[in-house]
């Protein structure tokens, strides 16, 4: 008996919503959690600052009750990296699921042939994907290695290190980065997709 595969599992359409869902409405809920430093453009600010100076200017101003906002934050944004891993692992498995061949017809020779030959073989984007399923995990990794070295920093906010805000800011780009490659291969996968339906 064929059992799924823990990509299968999170390709099926429930658990894509269920994932989906989470990742969308914990950022909502963040909205409310970081009001006290401005709410969210007040993190993109920190996650942005690549030195000492500016860092200690920004949380200085936010003040405690800013401080506890970003600290009270890390545990909800910890689920959301695990939700939206999840969501896009499941994303690219079932956007690059092997297509169904089509049905079997009799050539002219007797022989029998695939009615749809195209569907046998995986198109050049898929291909790409395949190699990066990992891409979404690599993301949540690097988001969570920045948020670690967020919260070292901000336990000891008065005499914050250069190097764990360089690797922050480091690990910032590198996520963003990730981030924005997911997304143009998930256009490029849809669109394939939508080439490949209108072929069909």
């Known amino acids: 008996m064929h059992l799924p595969s823990a990509l299968d599992i ?10 989906g869902a989470i990742t969308l409405v914990i950022p909502l809920q963040m909205v409310g959690t970081l009001a006290p430093l401005g709410g969210t453009a007040g993190l993109v600010e920190l996650q942005l600052t690549p030195d000492v100076d500016s860092y200690l200017e920004i949380v200085t101003a936010w003040g405690p009750a ?10 909800g944004d910890f689920i ?5 891993a999840l969501c896009g692992l499941g994303l690219l498995r079932r956007l690059t699921e092997p297509a169904q061949p089509g049905p079997v017809t009799a050539g002219e020779d007797g022989t029998q042939q695939d009615s749809c030959p195209r569907a046998s073989g995986q198109s050049a984007p898929i291909r790409m994907a395949q190699r990066l399923l990992p891409l979404p995990a690599l993301i949540a990794i690097s988001d969570l290695a920045e948020t670690l070295f967020h919260g070292l920093l901000l336990a000891n906010w008065q005499a914050p290190s250069q190097a764990v805000l360089t690797l922050a800011y480091s690990l910032n780009v590198i996520k963003w980065s990730l981030a924005a490659l997911f997304l143009t291969l998930l256009l490029i996968l849809l669109g394939a997709r939508v080439a490949r339906g209108s072929r069909g």
């Open 10 to 19: 999170l390709a099926k359409t429930p658990v894509l919503l269920l994932t």
């Open 66 to 75: 800013g401080r506890r906002a970003l600290a009270s934050h890390f545990s």
């Open 80 to 84: 959301f990296m695990l939700a939206y």
